[in-house]
């Protein structure tokens, strides 16, 4: 098998504000392994908060391209990933993600069939996604929540946890106002101390919020689930749910887990997270980073399997360099062509990308 390693910059519509940063491109690594004329691709996008740069994830995936030349095809490779008998340990979760992304693809081009399918799958999934907005002027979050409405959006995320409350409560109410009948989560991102959340939840449930994702700061999981035994919304846990072990800690001690397949490692990591949530009381939240349709694509072939779903990532992009997984009328679908089902735009020549393998573009 050849592996080919490339570099973008993807460019935000506009900067992305959340209570911790402010967000205007990201960095993507792309992945593509070859075999008997078929090409498989995977992405990993860089993120300051788990502190992976675009140098730090193409050494890594390089680590792991150099471990896919021991075996003869990609169906070994992939049993050898299911097994942990692949990637090295302490590889972080986006990079083993995005291997495991490029070998589904690839084994489902060679069979004939989409990911999902591989998966046990036989109706290819659709949901209706969330669509961010981020800590903006109240003003233009309200015209930006009626133009998502009137797009077919039915479930908004709005970004909160401003130093002053009622900013956020102000831009809530200004949404809800524009976009009566739209369902609407909450995202701090860690920003409250457990008094506030208690303090600010019942407000924030009274404007007709559905439920908050991660209120309180990271580090604490035992804070959270307390919090989600009194709280009148339910709490979903984020940040402090990032691997298999995490959510067995808070597995029915909260009311939902987001799984992120950068953060937790891929495909089967979150089905097996998807597993052990089952009858536990905690929901699946399905996540995303903000990526190109080929990064967020994986995650759209588990769509079926959540609550919640928030793959909006590639929606947030001002050129996505990848298409064929929808979304901009509000629902994300897997599509009947094999692999992933995404395929180049065309727009990725606006991302400037530098080569780093001697193989074509993916």
Known sequence: MKTTLRTVRLELTEPLRISRSTMAARDAVWISVEHGGLRGCGEAVASAYFGLDAATLTRLMSDAAVELGRFPDPETALAAFRDGDLIADGTPPAAVAAVESALLDLVGKRAGCAVHQLLGGFTAPAAATARTIGITERARAAVQARCLADSGFTLLKVKAGTPDPDDDLARVAAIRDAAPHVRLLLDPNGAWSPADAETLIPRFADLGVEAVEQPTAPGDPEALAKLAERSPLPVIADEDAVG????????????????????????????????????????????????SSLGIAPAVHLADRARWTDLDGHLLLAHDPWTGIGGTDGTVRANGRAGLGVRPSGTGHQHQPTALGKAPNP
């Open 244 to 291: 298999y072990e995490d959510a067995r800690r808070l597995a029915g001690r909260v009311h939902g887990v987001n799984v992120k397949l950068a953060k937790c490692g891929g495909v089967h990591a979150a089905l097996r997270i998807a597993e052990l949530l089952a009858g536990s009381g905690t929901d699946l939240m399905l996540g995303c980073l903000t990526a």
